[in-house]
């Protein structure tokens, strides 16, 4: 009885020693991809900020200014004056147009009557 | 196991008969069996000796292959976790209040050389000072030739410089990752954001350090990795910043002005949106210190924060205000203007005769230094000091940037009875346009004291009151009444309410000793919408004259008033301020499809 005991508690002891050598090479193989992981993001901001630095210099006042004065005509750009401002309520929406009747529907007040329905 | 007995009995009994004495049997028996029994304990005992001799040799085969593979092998760190976040250990970007990007980096290369590994020197030197022109061959080939192991060549090349360098293809010439710093706008709020240079530099990497301004006044913040590359956000907005710039620097030149300022203000937080000063620099490549002649000459020297300057007429609401707080006039009180007034040896004039009496409002329409002056007197040197004090004029101004200690106003030693009279129309003390530009804030936002910040505040806390709400109303509309019939009616814009205050003063000599006669500081200082007032403008023009006339116009309501106005009419929009306008026709939308 003793020796089967000894040699399940050497198995377990094996048994154990081998998980945790396992889960010991999960764990770095863990670690390994999250630091890959970190340089891709690293690389990632800096493609970022290098693009920003690029739009934030494309899109510099005085570029935008001297843009916008080269296609002043073109575009039928308007120096922006006081009375330029509108509100919201003057602007007259369009009406939806009214659609000509296609198919009509035939009523009459006779109809509810005989069937006895209230009318809705 | 089969037992041998210790006493046979055959053997016993043949003994008996024999007559020997049986117990010799046992004991010999008893002697074998002792001895082998010993000989099996020994040999345990040796098996379990080799097998602990075996176990020992092991453990000290493996430590010592440890400690060879330790001390062969790089050193590093034993990890088991990683941190959330990877750190960004680059220097954070300035944003303005609409995250646009005011400063960032890039990651560049740096050249250098170790002219030990060259191969052809003289050829090296040539092709680097064909993409270089600004390098000296000779030089190079001299430095290349020297004894030097190391040299520096340039801080920061472009990509194609980089490939260029690497098609001469010399083994001495190497690249070091370098981050740069970048201002993408150019001279845009250049005087605001300072600069950053190289601290300490290595082949590998270098420190980027701020050098002034912001990026000097808050090195910690941007360079701590523990903000996780959070930007710095300003209060400044780059478009109304820009637009300022521009309307500014046509100005100061239609106007033949050698330098301008301008502040723009957030009535109720102190936030600056907008802060100019001309002439600007390139923060992408920030000019020397000058190294002799008066430094407020440089493009460096910022005229809002650092210039101090006896700022005139603009100071005169602040005497009427705090006489109106204290209840010595009302709008309506008749005030003795007759000129010329004497003090001792002082005579004050004003600029036309205004007869031998005005209201307080007019004192302030038609800008009455007599007027101004009884009134400062009715107030004393002890009340105008504290007042002052309290609207922020008697220290430096707290904004964040290294410069702002620099821009402690100049204030009387003696505080006497001459010197009140003369700061309250605005002569005796000097301050910044942005010490007036907070004051402004402060005394039309409802009376609250606002401190002037280049940070975007989220709700700040109300300041300590200064004058009653009253007083700030009826402040805010004497100001309008300036615009609409006194001294800036340049200043009108169509749609805006604006309100305002012109200063015009002489130009102290440098050598001490009076004032010049042709040279002003003619000032601007602003309000708008005047009905609820939302920002403060200060506009201010160094040494301006107006040509356009007979002789020429050097008065504020002539230089500094038109640029304000064409100012406010530019940025108002980009406020977000609607103006007040009559629209001539109702718009209406015109169908393109059906």
Redesign the interface.
Known sequence: MRSVLYVLAALAVMGLAFWAYQENYK?QQA?KQ??NL?AQ??AA??RL??L??E???L????RL?DLAELNFDRLGLLP?M??A???VD?????LP?IEPIINPVELSSDAFVNDGEEPL | MIRTPLRPLARILKARDRGENPDVIEAENKRIRHEEMADKARQRAEGRLLVLGLFFFCAFVVIGGRMGTLASSVPEEP????VGN?I?G?RA?IVDRNG??MA????THSLYAHPRDMIDPARAAAGLAEIFPELKEEELVADFTGDRKFMWIRRQISPEQMQAVHDIGSPGLLFGPREMR?Y???P?ASHILGGASYGREGVASAEVIGVAGVERQFDGFLRDPANE?EPLELSLD??VQ??TE?VLAGGMSLMNAKGAASVLMDIKTGEVLAMASLPDFDPNNRPRILTEGDQSDSPLFNRAVQGVYELGSTFKIFAIAQAMELGLVNPNTMIDTQGPMTWGRFRIRDFHDYGPQLSTTDVIVKSSNIGTARIALMIGAQRQKEFLGSLGFLEATPIEMVEAPTGAPLVPRNWSEISTMTISYGHGLSSSPLHLASAYASLLNGGTKVEPTLLRQHNPPLGPRVVREEISRRSADMLRQVVERGTASFGE????EVGGKTGTADKPRESGGGYYDDKVIATFASVFPADDPKYVLIVTLDEPSENSGDKPRRTAGWTAVPVAAEMI??VA?LLGL??Q?D??Q????T?TS?
């Open positions: 764990t670690i999250v630091r970190h993001i690293g901001h800096e900020g290098m920003k630095a739009w934030a210099y899109n510099r006042p005085d200014a922006l006081p009375d401002f509108g509100q003057n602007v007259i929406y369009p147009p | 990890r088991a976790t990683t990877p960004i680059q970007d646009r990007i960032t980096n890039l990651a970048l993408p706008n150019g845009i590359g780059l478009s820009a637009a521009e814009v169509p749609g805006y009419r530019r929009p609607r103006p306008v629209s001539a109702s718009v209406s939308v169908l059906n």
